[in-house]
Each structure stands twice: as C-alpha cells, then as structure tokens.
C-alpha cells in the first residue's frame, strides 16, 4: 500500500505528462500490431487499420483510465469538489455572505461563551496534580463547609490515610505603617503546607517551615509578588527587613513568584496561620480557616471524606461537646473556585447553543431553497452520468466550505466578543480575566464549525436525494422538488420559531427577576448615601473604649460637614452578604437538640445607624446612649426574626442566649425590631438577623454611613481629611457612594441577563429572516397559481388571507412547541437560578412577542403575494 | 474479434484476476501490451476476452506495486515496443496469488459439486 503511494507521488511529482506521452506511443505501437496482424491475415491495408482500431477499443478513454491510475482519486476529486464549490460561491455572492454571516454569529457567540466556560470552570487550576486538590470544611446536619477548628484540623492532618498533604488558610486585613501613608493591606494566613500544595517556590528567601506554625515563633511574613513589585518597589534587600503590621513588626522572609492567585480578593502577603489560645483545646473553637489538601492517587473524594468522618466519630466519643454531629464536607478546588458563575455560565451556554441550532436551521433552509433552485443543474450533472454519491458529496463539500468560512469568521468575532465579554463582565467572576483562546476553544470552534457544515449540508440532501431526474429536467425551473423540500423548510421554520421562544421565555423569567430584585424595596434609602470603611488597627485599639470613642468622634465630626444630614455606623451593610453567623437560642423556649440549634446573621450596629438608612423600627425602641457596656445587653432584630418565633405577638422583650444552649455566651433582651434589609444583595430572601449595639459589642471594622442632602461626592474629601484628622495611620479601605454597592450586588446578574436577552433576541432576528425566506419563496413558487385565482375572481383579501395564514399557521405551531419547551426550561432554570418563577404571563408574553415578529417578517411576502400581476403571470405561462 | 462478430457470450474477468494472469503471461518472459493480450485470449480458448480499457489501468497498477517492470525493446519483427517483465516481488506474488486462487477454486467447486 505504502509502495504503491510512494510510487504515485514519485510520478505525480515528476510529473503525469510524460505518463501520458509514453502511453500513447504504447498503445500506437499496439495498434500497429494488430495492424500488422491483419495485414499478415490478408485484409487490405485500410480494412486492417479500421479493423484494429475497432478492436483496440476507445484510444484516448484507454489512455486516460490508464493515466487515473496513478493518481490519488479521493484526493483529486475533492479538489474538483472544492474548485466546483468555490465557484459555486462566487457565482451567487449573496447567498454565501448570508449563509457566512449566519454561522459567523451562531459559531462566534458559541465560541465566546466557551472561551469564558473554559476559562472559569473547565480550564485546570494552575497548581499541580490540581485535579486531586479539595477545599475542606466541616459539616453539621445543617450546613457545609463550616469553618474547621485547629483541633480538628490537626486530628485531620495526622490520623487520615486518604491525603497527600493538608492545609489551613484563611485572610486577614491588617494595616502596614511606617513607609509612607497607611496601608490597607490583606494577608493570606497559611499553615506550612501550604506552599507545597500549590506548587510555588520563592523568588526570593524562603516559605514558611514547620516551626513557623507555632504560636511562639517569630513573626514572619512572606510577599506576594504584586505587592512586593507594586508596593515596595522590587527592593531585593527588603529580606530580612521589618514590615509594621498593625503596629507589630514581621520580618519579611521571602517573595513569592507572580501569578499566584489561590486567594480571592488577592492578598499583598502571607502570613504564618497558627493557634490562639483555646483554640488547642476546645475542638468546638471555631476560627474561619478552611483547608486544602491533595487526595492521593486513586483516592475519590468520597472515601476521602468517609476517612476524616470515621476521625470525627471517634473524636465524638472521646471528647464529646456541642459539636459531637460535626462531620467533615469537601469539594473540588475547581469547582470551589467557580463557586456560584457555575450555573449561570451553564445557562448562557446552553442559551447560545440554542442560537446556533436557529442558524444552522436557517443555513439549511436557504441550502434547500437553493437546492430546490439548482435541481436542473443537479438533474443535468446526474443525467450526464455524476454518481449521487459524488453529487452528494459535492453538495457536502460546498456546505461545509461555506461552515469553515463561517467558522473562521466566527472565531474573528469570538475573539473581539470574549474580549468584550471580560471588559463589560462583573469583576467577581473568578479567573474571567484567564480567558484565551488556546486549543480548547479552537478544538470547540472547529468542532461546532464540522457539525454546522455537515448538518446544513445533510439536510437538504434528503430532499435532493429524492430527485425526480425526468421531471426536474422537462420543467423550467420550479416544483421538481417544490412540495418535499417546502416540508422541510416549514418544519425547520417551525422548529426555529420553537426554540426562539424558548430562549425569548428563558430571558423574560431572567429579565423579570432582574426587575423584581432591582425594584423591591430593599428595605432602606441607598440614595445620597457615602460609605466609609474602616478596619481599627487592634495594635492601636485595644479597649473597646477606644473604638467606640473613635468612632463617636468621627461620627460627631462628620456630622458637622456641610450637607450632611445623618452618619451611623454598622458593621455589616445592608447587600455585601454574610459578615458572621452564629447559633442562638430563645431563653422561654424548650432548648432545641444539638443538631437543631438555630443560626442567625449577628450585626453590629450604632444608636444612629437605623436613622441614618431610614431602616424603620416596627416595634421597640433603636440603640441608646443608655446602652453603656454595664448596663443589661439589648439587640434589635429583624422582621424575619421576630416573625419566626413570635408571629402573633411582640419580639420586645424576650431574651435571647448567643451560642445557643449548648455554648457559652452573653444573653441579649430584645428591646425593638427593625425593618428586614436585602443582606444578602437585592432581591434575595431575608434572613434573621440580630444587631447588637456597637457601644456593647464593638467591632474594629466599621462602615460609617454618611447620608447628604444631595450629591455626596463633594464630600468625600473633607470625609478623608477628618479620618486623618482624628488618626493619620489610618487608612481609608474603601469610600464611595453606597448605591454602587448596592448595585455591585446585582451585577452578575445583570450582566447574564443583558447577555441571555443579546441571544434572545440574536435568536429572533435569526428566526424572522428563516420566515421571511421561507414565505418569500413559497409566494415566488405560487405566484402562476396566485394568479390562477386572481384570474378567477379571487379578490386581494382572500389571497391576503390565504398566504397570510400560510405564515401564521407556522408561527402558532411553533410557538405551542416552544410554549411547551419553555415551560420545561424554566423548571429548570428554577433550580439553577435563585429567585426565577416559571409564569404563565411570561410566557404568553414570549409568545405573544415570538409571533408578532414573525408576521412583520411574514408582512413583506404576503403583500407581495396580493401584488402578483395576474395578466403578466398568465402571459408567462 | 469483437464480442458483436462472436456468437458466444465471454467471460469477463472476476474483479483482481486479471493482474494475476498478466503476472502469469509474464513469467514465460518479458512481453509487450498486445502479447499479453493474445497469450490470455489464446490460453483461455478465447473464453477471455481482453479489453485494453481494463489492461492498461491493470498494467500501471502492477507497476506502481514494483510487481513488474518496464522498458522499450525492439521486437523480433523490428518494431518498437513497451516490453514488461516480473520483478522478484512479482513472481512472489504470482506464487501466493496462484495458491490463494487454487484454494479459492476448489472451496468453490466443493460447494458447486453435485450432491453424491
């Protein structure tokens, strides 16, 4: 076989025209034998002549067969296919840049999405063995992921047989002094493993050891490479030196290589994670470390977290306490990291697939319009002898060169769409910023590209495969393939318009929801409000005194700027999410069982805080002056809260018991109940939550809520200038008007919402031109009969209203398919997207909407129908 | 000489025997295009009728597997001809082709035979 390759290319390269030349020679001196053979016979000379070219056969057809076989025949016909394709592309330039455009925007807007779903959820982690990296966390009958106590860790990380190695991190915010303004800084807190596990080396200097774990060390720090390069300026003699954090200082020993970015927000440096005190003994001491760890090979993650619970078991009995239910949860780093995008991302991909599938539909029906059309010169070819597979794979070839032409301009604009993507994505979509087009997302576009080109390409090959050769040859130009090929087309115009409500359906319910959250009361006024964050070094504030005296300063201060009619303080605002929750209990209530103890959101709050947001009071008093450290603890809650356990009667009063029954801690008289706030972001369901008074419960960090008149951002300024006034090594973490916090919270879903209702209506467009096509041609094949029935008297309304329904009858077909479709989706999207209700008014409205768009792209064709010239068209025939 | 002078129909070669029975012409000695023809007319009884359109392709194809090779000889006549002689590999060939063909023939004629 390789022989007989060989030899061709040899001789094709040297060249086919000698083959030829020599060949003919050899058959002449052939036909001379015979010649001869005749003559020796006794024919005369012309009759032996005559006769040996009978009997030799067709001379030149000898020669060609002879000379094909040397050629490579899969190979060269193909080529003839692609020359007869490209041709045929250029003879109808029009169809082709639509067929082109079509997949352009299905294969590009594919492509783009899968840029970012490669980027965020299926691209590895950049660490190695990342595959077998799990985050850790506990779990109790309630919940996962719950905050792993140093006692349980260090049980974890010596008794399990399942790891590599074991980790614990967690962040902290300190602020960094004494190299020019204060700094807000993040820091990454790890145990030593840490390192290991993702793989990185220093630059600079050296990780943390073994002994660096423990509380007695000396304080050291390792940089992360940004802010050593950002913030200290790449100084290699910074080993060695000291950084003051929180007026503490730790030598820096080493600097981490860029690109490390297992924390998110990113950290400026690491440092060493250890016990406090009590945390080495009680195993129900939580602090907020999570772990990472390595399954080892072979390993699932399954076993794994069977391995640690038998650990927990075991702990259970011999140190039982409040947490003897507690149990270890895990979940791939991978799908940690892509945390809640997941399920959105999921949804556009499928949304876009859905866009593709309607421009696939549409490229095949214009295919089989065109094959309709072209039936002569399909019936001619066959007549003179093309096999139907050639024509078939002819036809193939032609739409798949039509695919890759789409495809390379749909990777063009996948290319500018992913950049577009990152630029208007929310910033909180973990590793967007990696999106690339690497060989994933090229495999995907050529894969895509393939599958549109041979889908296009096939169907109408069923309906030219039916070819009436007699009959497509005596007619003119129509109806040889009129009737099947028009089925076809309808049914791919139905099923277009099916899957355009579908999408149309999906981005309404999205949209509705988006509405709902945007414009329900979030339970305060976030106008002309500016936030100011501060974290109280504790180096510099270590009495509760003193923060609340800082923060009573300030608020005093602001309050005296221009403009500013209220300042409060709270320590968790309203839409950044959870800040801390923890178990309670009600003291006049029988104590609930281990497992079932209650979790709230627990806030921190100042007298003029509630004010300050105008968050009403429903019941009660707010915070007061009188609310001094001696006197007896009061909280306010939540309507959710006072709602859950005392719906018919009055919160004020009751006493609540912090920790619950099982833990230590102070009990609270609830003293008012405030107005329920959206938490957790716009739109999401409230929680109950108890705030306690900061003059009771101080927290370092704070965010003074400053309300104006009008504009806030005159203020700013003179807010920084008093923040200085009172502490010039405070920095100032964030300050800005809150609404675009407030807003920040939707962004994501804002930002799949703008992209499902680009697609929906991508889908529309799409679907409006496949009708519009489909009723152009039906009208120009039926124009001789239009005019048939003009002839005879119809008037223009009947023939108005019989294309007319022609159009609608698609339309209502495929709007009751897709109603059906839609209503599936949506339970699905119920499931996947918080908040999203399937609705029957939604839906209508999608069809209502579906429909109407396609009876505008229906309009033109019909009123051409009812124009057709009657004496003209009869003339014709 | 043509099938329209011959009132008995002739059989047409089964699909790869005709490359065996030129290798099997061939290995009398070299020989031209129009001699093998006459050679498998001849020895079929003219059961076999050549058609050069099958010839010639069946001739490259042996030459592409280096089955046989090819040189212009002046006949005995005087005349110049393409004249084709087996290769080693050929003649392998033309051994493993004659054996698979004798089988081929005898599994057939056992399920052809007559019953008894």
């Given amino acids: 076989m390789l022989r007989e390759w060989w030899s061709k290319l040899c001789r094709t390269l040297a060249g086919r025209r000698g083959l030829a030349s020599d060949l003919s020679a050899e058959i002449d001196a052939h036909l001379e034998f015979e010649i001869q053979e005749n003559i020796a016979r006794g024919m005369p000379p012309d009759e032996a002549r005559r006769a040996a070219r009978r009997h030799v056969g067709n001379l030149t057809l000898i020669q060609e067969r002879a000379v094909d076989a040397w050629s490579f025949p899969s190979l060269e016909s193909t080529a003839q296919d692609l020359r007869y394709s490209l041709r045929g592309i250029r003879r109808s330039p029009s169809f082709s840049l639509v067929v082109v455009l079509t997949l352009a925007l299905g294969i590009g807007a594919n492509t783009a999405i899968f840029s970012v779903v490669n980027a965020v959820l299926l691209r590895p982690l950049p660490y190695p063995a990342a595959e077998r990296l799990v985050w850790l966390g506990e779990s109790d009958p309630k919940a996962e992921g719950i905050s792993v106590t140093w006692v349980n860790y260090r049980h974890w990380r010596d008794e399990n047989h399942s790891f590599e190695d074991v980790a614990g991190f967690d962040a902290a915010h300190l602020t960094l002094t004494g190299r020019g303004e204060p700094l807000f800084t993040r820091a990454g807190l790890v145990t030593c493993g840490f390192f290991g596990l993702v793989g990185a080396h220093p630059v600079l200097g050296r990780v943390f050891s073994a002994a660096d774990d423990y509380p007695g060390a000396a304080p050291t720090v390792v940089l992360d490479y940004q802010f050593w390069t950002g913030k200290l300026g790449a100084d290699p003699s910074v080993l060695g030196a000291t950084l003051a954090l929180d007026g503490k200082p730790y030598e820096v020993i080493g600097v981490m290589p860029p690109g490390l970015h297992f924390f998110q927000p990113s950290i400026d440096y690491y440092l060493p994670l250890h016990q406090f005190e009590g945390e080495v003994v009680d195993r129900a001491r939580h602090g907020s470390m999570r772990l990472v760890a390595r399954l080892k090979r072979g390993i699932t993650l399954r076993a794994a977290l069977a391995d640690l619970d038998v ?27 892509a ?61 798949l060169l039509l695919a890759v032409l789409g495809g390379i301009a749909g990777a ?46 096939i169907a109408p090959i069923f309906t030219a495969g039916r070819l009436d050769l007699v009959s497509a040859l005596k007619d003119s130009s129509r109806s040889a393939t009129g009737r ?22 999906a981005a309404g319910l999205l949209l509705r929801n988006l509405i709902v959250a945007q414009t329900a009361d979030p339970g305060f006024v976030p106008e002309h409000v500016l936030a100011l964050d501060l974290v109280l070094p504790p180096a510099a504030y270590k009495s509760p005194q003193a923060i609340g005296g800082f923060y009573s300063e300030l608020e005093q201060d602001l309050h005296g700027l221009p403009g500013v009619t209220a300042v409060g303080a709270v320590h968790c605002p309203p839409s950044v999410g959870d800040c801390g929750d923890w178990f309670y209990s009600i003291l006049d209530r029988p104590a609930p069982q281990p497992a079932e103890v209650p979790i709230a959101l627990f806030n921190a709050a100042d007298r003029n805080y509630f004010g300050a947001m105008r968050i009403p009071l429903r019941e009660g008093r707010d ?15 939540n309507e959710t809260f006072a709602r859950k356990w005392w719906p018919r009667e009055s919160a004020v009063g009751h006493r609540i018991k912090w920790g619950g029954p099982y833990r230590d801690g102070p009990i609270y008289e609830i003293v008012g109940v405030a107005g329920n706030v959206s938490q957790m972001g716009l739109g999401t369901e409230p929680y109950p939550e108890v705030y306690r008074p900061i003059s009771q419960s101080p927290s370092e960090a704070m965010v003074v809520m400053i309300r104006a008149g009008g504009d806030t951002s005159p203020l700013a300024p003179a807010v920084r200038r008093r923040v200085t006034a009172i502490d010039r090594n405070l920095p100032v973490e964030s300050l800005r008007p809150f609404e675009q916090t407030v807003a920040a919270s939707l962004a994501e879903r804002r930002f799949s919402t703008l992209l499902l209702a680009l697609f929906a209506g991508l889908a529309m467009a799409l679907a409006a031109v496949g ?104 003339h014709r025939a | 000489m043509s099938t329209v002078d011959d009132p008995r129909e002739r059989l047409e070669f089964l699909q790869g025997t005709l490359e065996v029975l030129i ?24 059961e076999f009728l050549v058609d050069n359109g099958s010839l010639y392709p069946a001739l490259q194809r042996l030459l592409q597997r280096s089955w046989i090779a090819a040189q212009w000889k002046t006949s005995p006549h005087g005349r110049r001809a393409k004249y084709y002689r087996l290769t080693p590999a050929g003649r392998k060939q033309l051994v493993a082709a004659t054996s698979r063909w004798q089988r081929f023939v005898e599994a057939m004629g056992r399920i052809l035979a007559p019953e008894g």
């Avoid at chain 1, 001619?380 to 050639?390: F, L």
């Avoid at chain 1, 022609?806 to 599936?824: C, E, N, P, T, V």
Wanted: aromatic residues 6%.
């Fill in chain 1, 412 to 457: 063009l604009l996948a290319q500018w769409g992913s950049g577009a993507l990152i630029a208007a994505g929310p910033r909180d979509i973990p590793r967007l910023a990696e999106t690339t087009f690497d060989w994933r997302v090229l495999l995907f576009a050529a894969a895509i590209t393939l599958l549109t080109g041979l889908f296009t390409g």
């Fill in chain 1, 623 to 637: 915070f007061a002056d009188t609310d001094l450290p001696t006197a007896p603890l009061v909280a306010i809650v």
């Fill in chain 1, 484 to 505: 099947g090929g028009q089925r076809s087309r309808s049914a791919l115009v139905v099923a277009e318009i099916a899957l355009t409500l579908v999408l149309a359906f």
């Fill in chain 1, 311 to 337: 650990i927990m078991q075991r702990l259970a009995q011999s140190d039982p306490g409040p947490e003897a239910q507690h149990r270890a949860s895990g979940v791939f780093l991978t799908e940690y990291t």
């Fill in chain 1, 339 to 399: 945390g809640d995008i997941r399920p959105t991302l999921l949804v556009l991909l499928g949304a876009v697939g859905l866009v593709l599938i309607i421009a696939c539909a549409n490229v095949a029906s214009l295919v089989l319009a065109r094959a309709t059309a072209r039936a002569r010169e399909i019936a001619i070819r066959a007549a003179i002898g093309a096999g139907r597979r050639r024509l078939v794979r002819q036809l193939l070839t032609e739409n």
């Fill in chain 1, 771 to 874: 009708i519009y096509g489909l009723l152009n041609y039906w009208v120009r094949v039926r124009e001789g009969e239009i005019a048939i029935r003009m002839a005879l008297g119809a008037p223009r309304s009947s023939i108005l209203r019989w294309a007319g329904w022609q159009a609608l009858r698609l339309s209502l077909i495929g709007a009751a398919i897709g109603m059906l479709g839609g209503w599936a989706v949506s339970r699905w999207l119920e499931n996947l997207v918080f908040g999203v209700s399937h609705n029957l008014t939604t839906l209508a409205a999608a069809a209502l909407a579906v429909i109407a768009i396609a009876m505008i792209a229906a309009a033109i064709p019909v009123w051409r129908a009812t124009r057709v010239d009657a004496v003209d068209q009869l």
């Fill in chain 2, 23 to 46: 290798l099997r012409s061939l290995q009398l000695g070299p020989n031209h295009a129009y001699g093998i023809t006459q050679f498998l007319e001849q020895q079929s009884g003219d």
